[in-house]
């Protein structure tokens, strides 16, 4: 009994979870408004990332390549960098932002990002003087951690080279969410204006689920401004929620304009919910308004229907972003289900000493296992054992064959998702998110218990 | 002049060279695109890297192989359930990808411990599969780890397995197209010749440059199986890594994809005097050519006339009921490179649409001599065509339907035309006789959807209310 950490023993990795740190640093960018992320390396490592967005999401992002070839592994690359950044100035008069994401390959050449972007400047100036086009440097090597430091890095990256000094109080709120769906973020903000608070999203991406047009106007972008990334200096604090996400960008911005850092609990689940709304009011001086009260009220009641009757004792597997996993651990608890094994899919050696996980050490009274630097083997290996028993996975498409192969309910959650229909339009995180994925969970469970003829008749009279 | 500077190359000239509209009485001797060549920085092209163009175009297809990518996990993770293309057995290609997941410390010291201790990790884990393909990646390359020796290493440790090495970063070459011409030519040199494979019929053929996307593969299969033909090797749809090491042992090498796998075949006819054959598999008409050129070379035409005669009369109805409403449609094409020319005339013969607008990612100037002269006037031919230039040429050619990959489809979803995943197919497979009708149908239910003309609709237009009305 008891909950054990450990790390993947294997060298070889089986079917990784997550993508590499530019992957990341890509989808970072694209929040931006009028950015176009210049990736400086190989065309693949741009190619793929595009499809991938485009699976999750069923939209085209603009993401550009530096087009890396031989002679630039042999002489560098510094003069397609440069062509890059006044080829994407040149035919896009709107382009207000260029996020330069290093690759592994350009990162192993050894390229002088920072020299060639200030000459970039200079050309600029001179070609375009009446235009800022701001050319922020993100070091992502895809051999240090993964998609997931490699969004931390883009979005601390660009708080720090766009917002350089201290301004006017704004009144506004920053807010970190993470990487997160656009249904999370539209409830994000359903909450904070609920409160009554003025906020800036960093990076605002609600647009991500964006409409088909009369006009045929293209509204899928970001829609964090400029200004917006500037004034975040000015903002009387930060909510910042995911730790390996958005943590190092809010605290820079405490320790660099004072901007207090309210670093909480990624809101999944009922009681981080709470505690998060609890200090968006702390920090306004605004009382919770009575509609979240109802709100989370009819939460609560939806769950009160499942949680005992068709969710308690159910052993489910967790997979995906750190946050994403820690967060659904603790709401499984929430709805009387246990968490058996955590896959946590990098490197980062901060994972093990997460007070969230250690709380679960406390509280557990069962056998639950979280493996850092996990791949979906682990997964797969544990449920290849007949003994093993386990009635949930939970996480993204790419370990869709585990759940196929050995007859194993799941429900996707988490980045990428694109074997289930528009789950980025819906929350996972708040009150609302957690009844979804609730009634996800169960309606899963129905459908397997039906085409398993396993008790199908117990929900005549449910 | 045929070549076009579109208005938003006017700030990268050297992009006319790429664009060519075709105009009647116009030598394509006199004017090709330029292909092949280095793309702009910056430009938004859709191109991918050589080593996919390895990896997940030909290599990953093979259905009893481990793909042992040594690198980081990202060129792993993105050539994963990014194709699809089963296979009969149990998916093995489709379900796993192996990496050496390369950190900080092994760029700085090297990688081949590591990759020696990945690849013996994969074997353990998976006992029952004998077969590897290792793939360096922009890192080890520019490291230079010592892949083959490695290789070798594993190899002599394990008796009963055998690996192929393919040595192609992501920036070698200028796009995909590279690691193709690597990885046909690695082969033959590596691995052709070592295998002798059972002989069951006195026609045998290797099949070269299709990869069962959606099934195309077992879609032809069920043709040279009712002609009496024995298929060597398939170039690698649903293909096992040991037939294609028997593929030196074929009468004849039948083509489809000259662009992906011309290599092998050209070195097969080098080496082994087996005589290359191109075909297109794609549409009606190409399709019986097909079958009634393979036929004639082996003297059984007799078969293959009873062969087309049956398809004909099971799918030509279907077809034509398509070819009613379909006739003058306008069709784009961005994929990758060979389609190109496989579609454009099987699309004008079989059904009557006009392909308007064309791209290629890595087709080379001999694809496009191929494309343009099968293809119409009036149509534009892009070579490496970038987002900016699909905005432009799409609304100058106003396609009913593009077929193209999901990314872009995405894109001109906003702009009211429906797309067909080129790539992957909507619904396939498309080869053969029935995969064309399934081709039709799902054109034909592109352009009748009436969700798209929905779309177009401004429900704040000026408008008389019914109170309006009646109070007139």
Not at chain 1, 9 to 33: E, S
Not at chain 2, 56 to 66: A, N, R, W, Y
């Amino acid at each position: 009994m008891g909950c054990e950490i450990s790390t993947r023993k294997r060298t070889g990795l089986i079917n990784p979870i997550f993508d590499c740190q530019p992957a990341g640093a890509q989808f970072a960018g694209i929040g931006i408004k009028d950015s176009i992320p210049l990736v400086h390396g190989g065309q693949g490592c741009v190619m793929f990332v595009r499809l991938l967005l485009a699976q999750h999401y069923k939209e085209n992002f603009d993401l550009a390549s530096t087009s890396l070839h031989e002679d630039s592994a042999v002489f560098g690359g510094r003069k397609r960098l440069e062509e890059g950044v006044m080829t994407l100035a040149r035919r896009y008069p709107n382009l207000r932002v260029i996020p330069v994401i290093t690759t592994c390959s350009t990162e192993v050449i050894g390229d002088d990002i920072e020299g060639s972007i200030n000459l970039c400047n200079k050309a600029l100036k001179e070609e375009f003087p009446d235009r800022k086009i701001y050319l922020v440097p993100v070091h992502t090597p895809s051999f240090k951690s993964s998609q997931v430091g490699g969004y931390a890095t883009c979005l601390q990256s660009v708080i720090k080279s766009m917002c350089n000094a201290k301004v006017a109080p704004s009144g506004k709120l920053n807010v970190f969410p993470g990487w997160v769906n656009p249904g999370d973020l539209d409830l994000l903000k359903h909450y904070v204006s609920a409160i009554g608070i003025d906020a800036t999203y960093f990076f605002d991406t609600s647009d991500f689920d964006s409409p088909i047009m009369p006009d045929k106007s293209i509204h899928t972008h970001g829609r964090t401004t400029v200004e917006d990334i500037q004034r975040a200096s000015g903002a009387f604090g930060s909510l910042s929620l995911s730790r390996y996400e958005s943590f190092s960008a809010s605290t820079y911005l405490q320790s660099e304009f004072e901007v207090p850092a309210h670093n909480i609990n990624t809101p999944y689940g009922i009681a981080n919910t709470d505690a998060m709304l609890e200090t968006l009011s702390d920090i306004s001086g605004r009382p919770i308004p009575d509609s979240l009260v109802v709100e989370r009220g009819k939460a609560i009641d939806a769950l009160q229907d499942l949680a005992h009757m068709w969710l308690a004792d159910k052993t489910v597997a967790l997979y995906g972003h750190p946050d994403l996993v820690i967060g659904l651990a603790e709401f499984c608890i929430e709805v009387e289900m246990k968490p058996k094994l955590l896959l946590l899919g990098d490197d980062n050696g901060k994972y093990k000493r997460d007070p969230r996980l250690k709380a679960l050490q406390e509280k557990v009274d069962w056998d639950m296992e979280v493996v850092c630097n996990a791949d979906l083997w682990e997964l797969e290996k544990r449920v290849k054992d007949p003994a093993y028993k386990l009635d949930l996975i939970l996480g993204h498409s790419k370990g869709r064959y585990v759940s196929i192969e050995h007859g194993i309910p799941m429900v996707r959650v988490g980045f990428p998702s694109f074997d289930r229909a528009g789950l980025y339009r819906h929350p996972t995180m708040g009150y609302q998110g957690a009844v979804h994925l609730a009634e996800n969970i169960v309606n899963t469970f129905f459908t397997h218990m039906e085409i398993k003829k396993d008790r199908e008749w117990m929900m005549n009279v449910w | 002049m045929p070549l076009v500077l579109l208005e938003c190359d006017k700030v990268i000239p050297e992009r006319e060279k790429h664009v060519y509209l075709k105009v009647e009485g116009e030598d394509t001797r006199d004017y090709l695109p330029v292909a092949n060549a280095p793309t702009i920085p910056g430009s938004l092209s859709e191109r991918g890297c050589s080593f996919c163009g390895a990896k997940l175009v030909i290599g990953g297809v093979l259905k009893d192989t481990i793909q042992m990518i040594h690198g980081p996990i990202g060129c792993a993770y993105n050539t994963w359930h990014t194709k699809r293309y089963p296979s009969d057995g149990d998916n093995f290609q489709l379900k796993y990808v192996m990496s050496s997941d390369m950190k900080e410390g092994h760029v700085v010291f090297g990688g081949d411990k590591r990759l020696y201790e990945a690849m013996n990790d994969a074997f353990n884990e998976f006992p029952h599969i004998k077969r590897m393909i290792v793939y360096t990646t922009c890192p080890t390359a520019l490291i230079g780890d010592d892949i083959k020796s490695t290789v070798k290493r594993v190899t002599q440790e394990r008796a009963d397995v055998d690996i192929f090495t393919v040595e192609c970063p992501g920036f070698a070459g200028v796009s995909q197209s590279k690691g193709h011409h690597v990885l046909n030519i690695g082969w033959v040199n590596d691995k052709v010749g070592q295998v002798e494979p059972e002989i069951t019929s006195e026609y045998t053929i290797n099949v070269i440059g299709d990869y069962n996307i959606q099934g195309d593969t077992f879609m032809l299969q069920q043709y040279w199986d009712k002609l009496g033909i024995q298929v060597i090797a398939h170039f690698t749809g649903n293909a096992k890594y040991d037939d294609c090491r028997a593929m030196h042992r074929a009468k004849l090498n039948v083509v489809n994809c000259a662009r992906s796998a011309g290599y092998i075949a050209n070195e097969l006819m080098k080496r082994y005097g087996i005589p290359r054959l191109d075909v297109d598999t794609w549409g009606f008409n190409y399709m019986a050519e097909a079958i009634r050129k393979i036929c004639t070379f082996f003297g059984i035409e007799e078969r293959g006339e009873a062969l087309i005669a049956e398809e004909y009369a099971k799918w030509e109805g279907k077809l034509n009921w398509y070819k009613e409403r379909l006739a003058g449609k306008k069709m784009a094409v961005w994929t990758g490179g060979p389609r190109l020319w496989h579609w454009t005339k099987a699309v004008e013969d079989d059904l009557g649409i006009n392909v308007v607008a064309m791209s290629s990612k890595f087709g080379h100037q001999e694809d496009f001599e191929k494309i343009i002269a099968r293809g119409r006037a009036g149509t534009f031919y892009i070579d490496d065509a970038n987002e900016l230039e699909f905005y432009e040429v799409l609304a100058r050619t106003k396609p009913d339907v593009i077929f193209t990959g999901p990314r872009v489809g995405d894109l001109v979803k906003k702009l009211h035309i429906p797309y067909i995943n080129g790539h992957g197919y909507h619904n396939g497979p498309y080869m053969g006789f029935e995969g064309f009708v399934n081709l039709a149908r799902d054109f034909y239910n592109a352009t009748r959807n009436p969700l798209l003309g929905l779309a177009a609709k401004d429900i704040r237009a000026p408008r008389r209310s019914a109170v309006l009305e009646a109070a007139e």
